[in-house]
């Protein structure tokens, strides 16, 4: 009787073995989510209040989640150099971005290239107060004094970049009358010692952002842009209370890319719902002067996004209809 060869033995093998390879395997099995390092991207310079609550989240969401979240900062182009790199990463959980109100009022432009059905919020960490700041020793004491000192010469204003919420608040004003110059810094540090050093005659900011500053009494709000006082700072008049119809209060989201698998989206959400809830978080938005309830969940962030982008287009159009 004629022996098999070795040849005709292993053919049977390797079919069994392709057949066991077409065999779906559970994702979990195939990957555990996450295993390994989730990039957080922060779309500006080091620092600044975008890469504070990075920083702050990433530190609270590493003991929950068991990897690291190392911040990249990837400033330029008001946010939006960032923002691409979130959207040429993979739809895969492991990237995430903090968006800020800064990028996100580009959205009101038109032909804009941020838009929200290419991204997923899954929680807004923080909102506050944005306002204008004057150095300790300027001439000017009051939002009275910027008035009438805007209607005799150009004032700069530091802000983040054009298009921007800072340089909606500032075409505002121009549109009424005051003579007054954006001036954008990509870098934090440099926007926030402008007005110090004499570069710039006003600051568009967040009290919590420059706090050191304030604190110092090395430079001092003069109005506020919110829907009401500023409770950490009761004497500064806010916009709402002049008959300023603008607001757009700075905000920071965290962003997935469109196309993350549900279960990892979900995942992400409820650790940073978790960690926004906790007292080491909370303490941060005191020491911000931040809303107290400026956490919103994933399921209610996209219905505040889009709130928050009406009130940027009304007030362009508020804008065009005085130019």
Do not use: C
Not at 30 to 42: G, H, L, T
Request: charged share 20%.
């Amino acid at each position: 009787m004629r022996r098999p060869s070795a040849r005709a033995a292993i053919i049977p093998l390797l079919g069994l073995v392709a057949a066991t390879m077409l065999i779906p395997v559970p994702a979990a099995a195939q990957d555990k989510y996450p295993s390994r390092p989730i990039e957080f991207i922060v779309p500006w310079g080091p620092g600044g209040g975008a890469d504070q609550v990075a920083r702050k989240i990433g530190q609270l969401l590493e003991a929950d989640l068991k990897v690291s979240l190392p911040v990249v900062n990837v400033p330029g182009a008001t946010g939006q150099t960032g923002h691409a790199k979130l959207l040429s990463a993979n739809a895969d959980g492991y990237t995430i971005e903090v968006m800020t109100g800064d990028t996100f009022a580009l959205a009101a432009m038109p032909n804009s290239p941020i838009k929200l059905a290419e991204v997923i919020p899954i929680g807004i960490l923080i909102q506050q107060a944005s306002g204008f700041f004057v150095a300790e020793n300027s001439p000017m004491k009051t939002w009275a004094d910027v008035e009438a000192e805007a209607k005799k010469r150009p004032l700069k204003v530091a802000i983040t970049g054009f298009n921007s919420p800072d340089d909606l608040s500032v075409s505002y004003f121009a549109a009424r009358g005051m003579k007054l110059q954006p001036v954008p810094y990509a870098k934090p540090g440099e926007r926030y010692t402008s007005i110090i050093g004499g570069h710039a005659d006003l600051l568009y900011e967040q009290a919590g952002d420059v706090r050191n500053f304030v604190d110092s009494k090395q430079i001092r709000p003069v109005i506020f842009f919110y829907g009401s006082k500023v409770d950490a700072f009761p004497s500064i008049p806010t916009s709402t209370s002049l008959g300023h119809d603008i607001t757009l209060p700075q905000f920071r989201v965290v962003l997935v890319k469109a196309g993350t698998d549900p279960a990892r989206v979900k995942m992400l959400s409820d650790a940073i719902g978790k960690a926004a809830q906790s007292p080491d978080f909370k303490a941060y938005l005191k020491e911000q002067y931040a809303d107290e309830a400026s956490y919103v969940p994933a399921d209610k962030t996209q219905a505040y996004m889009q709130k928050w982008l009406d009130e940027a287009r009304h007030l362009m159009a508020a804008i065009a209809a005085k130019k």
